[in-house]
């Protein structure tokens, strides 16, 4: 059996999960019931697509509801985060050293890391490299296309 590895989520993803939670048991769930059962009444289970659909997607359910409760058995809500040094929760604006971009990045657990919407995960080699740091140091961040040197600039 894996460790229980902690889920670090913000009160929205938490909020999000169990809304999602909620739907698969008490909508989906029952959809897919009433489905199985109205396949089975087409007769012949052996060559009967409907059914086979219909146990994959329950298969997918319930695979996705038992996700769900262990990672809210093991979730850590992220809050009162310090902007003295760089956390999990925190937004960080970062300098790159050689062509002095800048990128803002807020510093979510993985569960919720949308690169599209500059949310990065705390195991991302980038959030890993910023981790304790302060403003105005230099970090270098190893990559799996090399390493590159950022400034922090501010932490929110």
Do not use: C, W
């Amino acid at each position: 059996m894996k460790n229980k590895e902690t889920v670090y989520l913000t009160q929205e993803g938490l909020d999000n999960l169990k809304k999602e939670l909620d739907d698969l048991i008490n909508v989906r769930r029952p959809e897919n019931v009433q489905a199985i059962k109205e396949a089975r009444a087409l007769g012949d289970l052996s060559e009967n697509a409907e059914y086979d659909a219909a146990r994959n997607e329950q298969a997918v359910i319930e695979a996705r509801i038992k996700q769900l409760e262990k990672m809210l058995e093991n979730v850590s809500i992220i809050s009162d985060v310090s902007t003295d040094s760089v956390s999990i929760g925190n937004t960080v604006t970062i300098k790159y050293v050689d062509d002095d971009e800048e990128d803002e990045y807020k510093i979510v657990g993985s569960q919720e890391a949308d690169p599209f919407e500059s949310r990065i995960s705390n195991e991302s080699p980038i959030a890993q490299a910023l981790f304790n740091h302060k403003v105005g140091d230099i970090v270098t961040v190893d990559s799996p296309n090399g390493a590159y040197q950022v400034e922090i600039t501010a932490i929110q």
